[in-house]
């Protein structure tokens, strides 16, 4: 069986072809397979950081990943396949059955809330959270999975914009927090590929407008704080794809809403049509001022 191409390298499968039966992670590994339960999938190059502070050598990382694979504990999701140059980007990693069926059995599973759509728009989510996931422990600070907050495990809130025909639910994409010493900020996520109009013709359909005057009235009016049980401050990290977008949705908070502090912006160009896996943690790309969802000096700022 080949399991290797002609420059020593090992082929891409979906699912391990040379399995091991029975296997029995080790520490780091269940570490892993946490990770995942909690955010859905991630690259090797995010499992490798998300244990960096204990297991420093990447190549090593990477065998005991191999290993996992071969244990039948994750698999590589297909789509990640739908892209220029995927031969060349880290490997995507999820939770096989038999992976969560371990953590079950260990009394490690947790029912994480889990991102919706078409896969990119899902692994854009997962990226987004899982940095700040790792650079929140770098930084001596508590990463809260939504889960924690939100006991139904939807991050749909009873939350309408509009009337009759016309009115929506508020539906963000991800919801988390962190806890800055004994203080805490809850964060919401939307994640936009520039898929949607900022000015639709029809008031009904989602565009940033609608999204802008939703979360006015959800976070501005204080109704968030019925609908998650929550006393802390709440951000909304909005991570687009092009600095051209932000400033076309900036300008629109400046029309509705003028100088906020709980609309923050940043941009994750990786996920531009084709996507590439990312090389790094989404970080430090602010822009004036903006507020790069990874630089926690900047988004504490939020509590004061």
Known sequence: ???????????????????????????RQLRWMKFLNVHGMASSYYLHEQTSNTHACRQTSLRRLRDLFDGQMIYRPRQQRETEGADAHHHVYALTERGFRYLKHEGLWVDA??????????????????????LARREGH?????????NDLAVEVPFTWG??????????????AI??????????????RNTEP???????????????????GFIGGKAYKQAYGLNCPLVVLNVSVSNT????????????????KYLTFTTAPEFRTPFKVPRRLLTSTTKGKRCGFGEFEIIKKHAD
């Open 1 to 27: 069986m080949k399991t290797h191409d002609r420059l020593g390298r090992r082929l891409f499968t979906t699912h391990t072809k040379n399995p091991i039966k029975n296997y029995q992670p080790d520490a």
């Open 142 to 150: 508590r990463f809260i999975p939504g889960h924690e907050i939100t």
């Open 245 to 260: 977008h932000i400033d076309h949705v900036m300008k629109i908070v400046g029309e509705e809403v003028g100088a906020c």
């Open 163 to 176: 009337k009759g025909k016309h009115s929506c639910l508020l539906i963000p994409d991800s919801l988390f």
């Open 179 to 192: 806890q800055y010493g004994t203080g805490f900020i809850a964060y919401l996520v939307e994640a936009d």
């Open 198 to 216: 900022n000015d639709p013709k029809t008031p009904h359909r989602k565009s940033a407008r609608r999204m802008i005057k939703q979360y006015a």
């Open 113 to 134: 809330i889990k991102p919706s759509g078409p896969w990119v728009h899902q692994f854009m989510i997962t990226c987004i959270t899982s940095s700040i996931d790792i």
